[in-house]
């Protein structure tokens, strides 16, 4: 199964695409993409070996998949449950590489896992959690008809700085809505 809109594809991890996402997400110390994916949160490098190890929890997994733009690997995409007796569901997204990045390809991708989500689940809100730092994300949310349901204020600090915590939500309803006009 996947999904292609405007030359970007979400898709299941394949045992031949690990070395790439390694490369994008694991190898560096500190890569550029973890300058907007909670930076306040430590990044730690791992060996091609430790990472190989979780292929996995990798490989054709429901809840992580990777981006694809043209055929190159630039991404990921996936969710965690909050809650899942009350199916409470997070879901986030990652463009490792730079060069792809304020080109609408990351909100496409969530657009496309978005739309999995609701379709494949029995859902009755999706959402995720950035930063104030982070408005790009906060943008592709709007984007896409995501409305912000929190700010907690001041509980991200990171570079000297302290940073609002943004919760952003979609109800079904609203996503049903949204595919009608």
Avoid: C
């Amino acid at each position: 199964m996947s999904y292609t809109e405007n030359g970007t594809t979400i898709r299941p991890v394949k045992k031949a695409d690990l070395k790439r996402m390694w490369e994008l997400s694991f190898r560096d110390k500190d890569p550029e993409w973890k300058k907007w994916d909670a930076p306040y949160y430590p990044h730690e490098p791992l060996e091609w070996e430790a990472f190989y190890d979780r292929k996995d929890k990798l490989i054709d997994q429901d809840d992580y998949w990777l981006i694809e733009h043209e055929g190159t690997i630039v991404g990921m995409v996936g969710y965690y449950w909050e809650h899942k007796p009350s199916l409470w569901l997070e879901m986030g997204i990652a463009i490792y590489d730079p060069a792809y990045w304020n080109g609408g390809i990351g909100t496409t991708a969530f657009k496309l896992w978005r739309d999995h989500l609701f379709n494949t689940m029995p859902l009755v809100r999706t959402g995720y959690t950035t930063w104030s730092g982070n408005e790009r994300m906060i943008r592709a949310g709007e984007k896409l008809g995501f409305k912000m349901e929190a700010r907690i204020r001041k509980v991200r600090y990171w570079n000297g700085t302290f940073y609002d915590s943004i919760r952003m939500g979609m109800l079904r309803e609203e996503w049903e809505e949204l595919r009608t006009q």
